[in-house]
Each structure stands twice: as C-alpha cells, then as structure tokens.
C-alpha cells in the first residue's frame, strides 16, 4: 500500500494485477481502468464508450497528474517516515512538460477554482491549465514561448 499526499487530502492506493487485468483501489475503493500508455508520460483511459487521455510524469516521490484540465501533484508518503510539512499550494503547477502558448490571466485579477489560467501544448495537445482555488493572481512566472517540466511554478496565487 502506498499513501500519496495531494494538498490537505491523503488517500491510501494499492495497484495490482487480477486476472490479466489492472485494479488500483483508492481508500478502500476498488477500480478496474483500462489504460494503456500512448507516449512517454501520455496514457489512455477507456470507459465503455468514453476514450480520455491523461499525462502523468513520476518525479522521485511525486507524481505530476493533468487529467480533465486539471492539474494534480500527488507525494508519495513512506511508512514510517516523518509526516512532510503541509504545503499550501501558493503555485499553479506544469503538470507535464511542454510550452506554455497561451495565458489568460493579469497580476491582480480574481480567479475561481475551475478557471482556465494558462495553456500548455505538449506533444501537440493543448492542454487548459485551471485554477485549483480561488484567489488573486500574485504573480505570473511563466511566458509565452517558454518550455516548463512538471512542477514549475507557472503562475501564483494568493
């Protein structure tokens, strides 16, 4: 069992193998996805019908997540180890690498939880980077035109 640390949330995850086929249960809760890697850190999930793509990038302990115009940075807690220090996420994060081609937002401005800040193309994808709070945009680091790896801080927020 692995416990993986996301923001203020923790959720303890078990992968295995059953019957030929992939079953991760989260917190308890049994998944049976159909994935398949497309590209380096590019995956496919089918569901009956439903086909989505996802990019998911391993850094050490941390796993950059972009699913849904979301990005998610999941930290890997080891048993035993000393609980990390809470990070209250000041940043939006890359959640996989690419170039930033577009950024919707201004210093100052107001964002919602959900909001489109910026956009990042990656292997020819354009990929809606959202808010993951609301807040008042402090800062923005990245630029259009720059190449950014899952983790850069992109933009701030209060």
């Known amino acids: 069992m692995t416990r993986f640390v996301s923001g203020e949330e923790e959720h303890d995850v078990v992968v295995r193998t059953a019957a030929n086929r992939l079953e991760v249960v989260v917190d308890g809760r049994a998944f049976r996805p159909d994935v398949a890697p497309a590209e380096p850190g590019v995956f496919v999930l089918r569901q009956e019908e439903r086909v989505e793509t996802f990019h998911c990038v391993r850094r050490g302990d941390t796993l950059h997540l972009s699913w849904r ?85 992109l933009v701030e927020l209060e």
């Open 69 to 153: 115009g979301a990005a998610y940075r999941l930290t890997e807690r080891r048993e035993g180890a000393a609980p990390a220090q809470r990070h209250v996420a000041a940043g939006v994060e890359a959640p996989m690498p690419g170039k930033v081609i577009a950024v919707h937002v201004e210093v100052g401005q107001r964002v919602a939880k959900g909001d489109e800040i910026l956009v990042v193309e990656a292997m020819k994808m354009e990929n809606a980077v959202r808010a993951p709070r609301g807040g008042t945009v402090k800062a923005i680091v990245a630029r259009v035109g720059d190449r950014v790896s899952p983790g850069v801080v």
